[in-house]
C-alpha cells in the first residue's frame, strides 16, 4: 500500500512537468488580441508572403518529452495573441539532448542509488562506480544495462504582424507617449 502512494505522487509529478512548455519572449509587445481571434501558423516550409508582414518579436520554446504538436500550436497561438500578433512562422524545430543515464532492464532492478553501498546481490566493484550484480552461486555477473538518452524538443518562431497593423500600432504607441 505504501508503494501505490509513491507510485501515485511519481505519476502526477510526471504529468504535472510534462505539460510544462518553458517559452521565452524578446520583441515588441502590442496590445493583446482577442481569445477568439485567429492566428495563421506558417511552418518553416512555407514561404510568408511577402510585404504584407512584419517581425515583431522571436519566441523561443523548450517542449519536454510527451506534449503533442497539437498542444505546440495552442502555445504558439496564445503566445502570439499575448504579444499582439497575427500571425507565426515556425522557423526551425531541433532535438536538444538534455541528459545521457543508464537504466536497468526490466529483469534487473538496480537502482543508481545504490552505487557504492553493500546490498544483498549488488556491490560497486567496476572502476566507474556501476554497480554489478551477484547471481546465487555468489559469481559476479555483467549487469543487463542499457544506455538512454532524454531529450527535449527546441521550437524557435517569429511573431508577425500585418505590415498595416503594424503601422497604426506604432502610431498609437507614439500619441500614448506623447500624452504622458
Given at each position: 500500500m505504501r508503494n501505490l502512494g509513491k507510485y501515485f505522487?511519481?505519476?502526477c509529478c510526471m504529468v504535472f512537468a510534462a505539460g510544462c512548455i518553458d517559452v521565452e519572449y524578446i520583441g515588441q509587445d502590442f496590445p493583446p488580441l482577442p481569445e477568439t481571434s485567429p492566428v495563421l501558423i506558417f511552418s518553416a516550409d512555407d514561404e510568408v508572403p511577402p510585404g504584407e508582414f512584419q517581425v515583431i518579436g522571436k519566441l523561443k520554446m523548450s517542449v519536454p518529452p510527451?506534449?503533442?504538436?497539437?498542444?505546440?500550436?495552442e502555445k504558439i497561438s496564445g503566445e502570439a495573441r499575448e504579444h499582439g500578433a497575427s500571425a507565426a512562422r515556425i522557423v526551425s524545430m531541433e532535438k536538444k539532448l538534455v541528459?545521457?543515464?543508464?537504466?536497468?532492464?526490466?529483469?534487473e532492478s538496480v537502482s543508481p542509488m545504490l552505487a557504492g553501498r553493500s546490498t544483498?546481490?549488488?556491490r560497486a566493484a567496476q572502476p566507474d562506480g556501476s554497480p554489478t550484480k551477484i547471481n546465487s552461486f555468489g559469481e559476479v555477473v555483467e549487469p543487463n544495462r542499457t544506455y538512454r538518452?532524454?531529450?527535449?524538443?527546441?521550437?524557435?518562431v517569429q511573431l508577425l504582424m500585418p505590415v498595416k497593423d503594424h503601422a497604426r500600432a506604432v502610431e498609437l504607441r507614439r500619441a500614448a507617449a506623447e500624452e504622458k
Open positions: 505522487a511519481a505519476i510527451g506534449i503533442d504538436m497539437v498542444e505546440v500550436r541528459n545521457r543515464y543508464y537504466g536497468a532492464s526490466r529483469q544483498v546481490g549488488v538518452e532524454r531529450y527535449m524538443h527546441v521550437v524557435k
